[in-house]
């Protein structure tokens, strides 16, 4: 399991917080909250860590903490330098 630090995100709403734990736990592979922390398993399809990298992204979450789910099977489109991503997750 990996554990993924959510603290410090600011809401405009409390409607807004709600999609926030609601759309996390829809991800495949997403497996519980704890406190302000989202735990999910080691290995993510490529769909699951997009979406991961959208929720981080949208709710402006430290990014760099998802570098941890690069592998040799996602490094291409991952760690792409070109994506949208890359400097927030790989600085």
Same mark, same amino acid.
């Given at each position: +399991?990996?554990?993924?630090?959510?603290?410090?995100?600011?809401?405009?709403?409390?409607?807004?917080?709600?999609?926030?734990?609601?759309?996390? +736990?829809?991800?495949?592979?997403?497996?519980?909250?704890?406190?302000?922390?989202?735990?999910?398993?080691?290995?993510?399809?490529?769909?699951?860590?997009?979406?991961?990298?959208?929720?981080?992204?949208?709710?402006?979450?430290? +990014?760099?903490?998802?570098?941890?789910?690069?592998?040799?099977?996602?490094?291409?489109?991952?760690?792409?330098?070109?994506?949208?991503?890359?400097?927030?997750?790989?600085?």
């Amino acid at each position: +399991m990996i554990y993924l630090d959510c603290s410090d995100v600011h809401f405009a709403s409390q409607l807004d917080e709600k999609h926030l734990f609601k759309w996390a +736990m829809e991800i495949p592979g997403v497996l519980r909250w704890e406190q302000d922390t989202l735990v999910v398993r080691t290995n993510l399809s490529q769909a699951s860590l997009r979406d991961l990298l959208a929720l981080f992204s949208r709710y402006q979450i430290p +990014m760099t903490q998802l570098a941890q789910f690069r592998t040799t099977t996602n490094e291409e489109w991952f760690a792409a330098p070109q994506t949208y991503w890359h400097s927030r997750v790989f600085g």
